[in-house]
């Protein structure tokens, strides 16, 4: 009911977690989340770690890049989005505002990728699979479910990604929180935007991922127990279910979610 053997354009495929201490950041997920791992060699010495749930692949983790650290870049959880041809999207991204940041180049034979800036500042990743179609297992306990854009304005976030990938939108009134976007791909749900607000308001754009657990409050003590933080403590996602915001030892920040119901998989 969960498992995925392919995606279609425009669909949330992947999520990687680029980390400043990959050690603890590795030791957090699986102490939290309870996943296997494996670990794929990337030469120098350096591994990139392939999280696995019900033997499928569910997420990525890796040592970032010493440039990257020295430029003050934070630990972040990439989101990666699937496309039949990624050197087109790449430039298709730059004639509509975007900025192509890396890319587009060969991961191995896993596939072939370029990271963009939209013309908000958030960055995504477009993903051409080639061997690694991305995560094999979604929505389900100890899967991606999600994946959300808080951005300043939305409406060149809308026009942008619509223009992109064919994106479409359906709203939900959040009252104070403001409106909240549903995005549609390949006709079912596929993330959502928000305006950045209130407190939130100085943030920079920025898209987040959502996990799946099987008990919220547990989930909530297992990170507190491995050294993480909780920026926002268990609330409920009206009819979706209940989350928290969690950052790793190393300062990554994502979204954990006891789903009411999981949406199965029926796209392949």
């Given amino acids: 009911m969960y498992t995925v053997t392919k995606y279609p354009q425009g669909h949330f495929s992947w999520a990687d ?3 400043k201490d990959a050690a603890a950041a590795k030791k957090f997920y699986l102490d939290v989340m309870g996943w296997d791992k494996e670990e794929v060699p990337m030469g120098g010495g350096e591994f990139y770690t392939m999280f696995k749930q019900d033997g499928q692949h569910v997420a990525g983790l890796g040592q970032m890049q010493q440039q990257m650290m020295d430029s003050g870049m934070p630990s972040v959880w990439n989101n990666y989005i699937s496309v039949d041809d990624v050197d087109a ?7 509509l505002g975007g900025t192509v940041i890396a890319g587009p180049f060969d991961v191995f034979e896993s596939g072939r990728m370029a990271t963009i800036q939209d013309p908000t500042g958030a960055f995504i990743s477009l993903w051409q699979p080639k061997n690694h179609i991305g995560a094999g297992l979604v929505n ?10 808080m951005t300043s304005d939305v409406e060149k976030a809308k026009t942008f990604y619509s223009d992109l990938l064919g994106w479409t939108y359906n709203k939900m009134d959040m009252g104070e929180a403001g409106d909240y976007w549903l995005i549609q791909n390949a006709g079912r749900p596929n ?3 928000f305006p950045l607000m209130g407190e939130m308001a100085g943030m920079p754009p920025s898209w987040a991922a959502y996990f799946t657990v099987a008990d919220i409050e547990a989930t909530a003590e297992k990170v507190e127990a491995a050294g993480g933080k909780i920026h926002v403590p268990v609330s409920e996602a009206t009819g979706t279910g209940r989350f928290i915001l969690a950052e790793d030892p190393a300062g990554a920040i994502c979204y954990f979610i006891q789903l009411y119901q999981a949406q199965p998989w029926d796209l392949n």
């Avoid at 999207?89 to 004639?95: Q, T």
């Avoid at 389900?140 to 854009?149: D, I, P, S, Y």
């Fill in 191 to 193: 993330g959502g935007i």
């Fill in 17 to 19: 977690n680029s980390s």
């Fill in 89 to 95: 999207m790449a430039e298709k991204a730059k004639s």
């Fill in 140 to 149: 389900t306990v100890g899967a991606m479910c999600w994946n959300e854009l």
